[in-house]
Structure formats: C-alpha cells, structure tokens
C-alpha cells in the first residue's frame, strides 16, 4: 500500500512539473499593431510593407507612421530589417520632399517599425504624394513603391514660410493631441529647407508664444513659456496654458540663435494675429 502511495505521488508531481515547464515554453500571442488603423499597403514580388497609425489616413502636418514588413510567400513579419524611406511630392514642373525622421525599430515590440513624415501641403484630390521604402533583410536589398494619398488637415498645423535670412523653413506641431483646459505640454518641430529633397532639423534655435482666442476678445492665457530646443529628440518643447475650450491661435515668433527674429511678429490690440502661426482647438 506504502509503494502504491509512493507511486502516485510520484507520479502525480513529475505531471505537475511537466506541466509547469510547458507552461513557462508558452510565448504568449501578441498583437503588435493593437490599437492601429491601416493606412494602406505597399506591394513589390517579395513583400508588402503595411503602413499604420492612430487615425487611418495620411494628413498635412506630422504623421507618426508605424510600419510591418510581410514575406508575401510565408505570410511571416519580418522581425530584423534596416529601412528608410523617401516621400516625395509631384507638381507639374517640379519634385520635392518633406522633413522626415529615420526609422527605427519600436521597443519592445517584434515586427514593427516607426518614424515620422511631416506632410507640408496636398494637392485638393489628396493626390500628388508617393512613398518609396528601401530596406534590406538579411543582407538582400529591396524597394517599394506607391503612391499615397494626404488629406488636407482640417486646422493650421504646419507651416512652410521664408526667414528674413533668406531660409526657406518648416515648423509642425506636433502634441498635444487630445489638448486639454490646462498647461499642455506643447511640441514643435523645427526645419529648414537645404533642397528639394533635405530638410535637417534646425538646432537651438527658440519659438516664442503668445497663444490667443478670437472668438473671446482674442485673449491670451497664464503661465505660457516659450519653446526650447531639446537635444534628445531635437523637438521643441513650451508649456501651452488652456483656459477654455474652443478655437485657439498659436501666435508664434522664430528666434534664431543670435536673438534676431527671423519670422513673427508681437500681437498687439490693433495687429491681432502673427504672420507665423498654428491652430488647435478643441
């Protein structure tokens, strides 16, 4: 009887420990692109580059763009590739590109890669712009290309404008995106236009605000500060004070790095409103 016990006992911890063990083996199933919406697929013979982000769509101003690249033979995502990109927009006697960031592999995340495109105009259509995305897998290099449609933003939230130095510049806002009636952390991007197809970030320059709403007697708000370079991410950052709800100018002035004011002007009771500016309201 004591053997018998013994035996199943024993038997009854290795199933346990067997049990366990496959239990720690299981990788659970994840979904990297939860949460995402497809913009739209890029196809060539060996792949499809699937383009994501939070809204669906394309739209002038900044697009931060998620990114899986799919064996068209195996249906697999592939998990190891470098990638860049080149955006380009059509006009009938020219070509030119935007300010683009590199792309990069997501933390934490297996199949998926993202940067960011800031779209500076679009034609009415939503036509004109196309999207080639170079990458290399295991040492093989690939293209793909397509076209892709930009919709025009419903508000001011980029602007392309010449300095009084004679640079042709870009600035985008880029958060908050759900603003609120409080100080909001406020984002720009700042670039400049060395040719159709480079646009670097433009360093250590500053970006005075002074925000304003019209419908309200064009009132300003409390505890506002202007917007300083940020080595990390090489952004722009400023506190944005809220204080109600509804359609806000951001009245802005571009200071260059010798305090000269190259773009901007103060807002006063008889000059309501900056020549450089953005909108948000909410």
Same mark, same amino acid.
């Given at each position: ?18 049990? !366990? ?38 739209? =002038? ?12 033979? =195996? ?17 009938? !006697? ?11 592999? =997501? ?22 712009? !196309? ?125 260059? =790095? ?16 900056? !020549? ?7």
């Amino acid at each position: 009887m004591k053997f018998k016990y013994l035996f199943a006992t024993l038997c009854f911890a290795l199933f346990t420990v067997s049990c !366990s063990t496959d239990d720690n083996n299981d990788t659970p199933i994840t979904n990297d692109v939860e949460g995402l919406l497809k913009v739209q697929d890029i196809v060539n013979s060996t792949h499809t580059i699937e383009l994501f982000n939070t809204i669906g769509n394309f739209k =002038t101003g900044y697009n931060n763009v998620i990114i899986r690249i799919k064996d068209n033979t =195996t249906n697999n995502y592939i998990k190891n590739a470098t990638l860049s990109w080149i955006p380009m927009m059509q006009m009938p !006697s020219m070509q030119h590109s935007c300010p683009k960031s590199e792309i990069t592999k =997501t933390e934490g995340k297996e199949t998926i890669y993202e940067g960011f495109v800031i779209y500076q105009m679009t034609n009415l259509d939503g036509y004109g712009w !196309s999207l080639t995305v170079n990458y290399a897998i295991d040492g093989s290099d690939y293209t793909a290309s397509d076209d892709v449609v930009v919709l025009q933003s419903e508000k001011h939230n980029t602007i392309s404008f010449k300095g009084s130095d004679d640079n042709q510049y870009i600035i985008a806002l880029i958060a908050p995106n759900d603003p609120k009636i409080a100080i909001n952390n406020l984002k720009l991007g700042l670039f400049k236009m060395e040719n159709m197809m480079t646009f670097p970030v433009v360093e250590d320059y500053t970006i005075a605000l002074d925000p304003r709403m019209p419908s309200m007697g064009n009132h300003s708000s409390p505890n506002n500060t202007d917007l300083s370079y940020n080595n990390e991410d090489q952004m722009y950052y400023g506190d944005l004070s809220l204080t109600m709800t509804g359609y806000w100018v951001l009245n802005l002035k571009l200071i260059n =790095t010798l305090n000269e004011v190259i773009k901007g002007e103060d807002v006063t009771e008889t000059y309501e409103k900056s !020549s450089l500016y953005l909108e948000l309201e909410f």
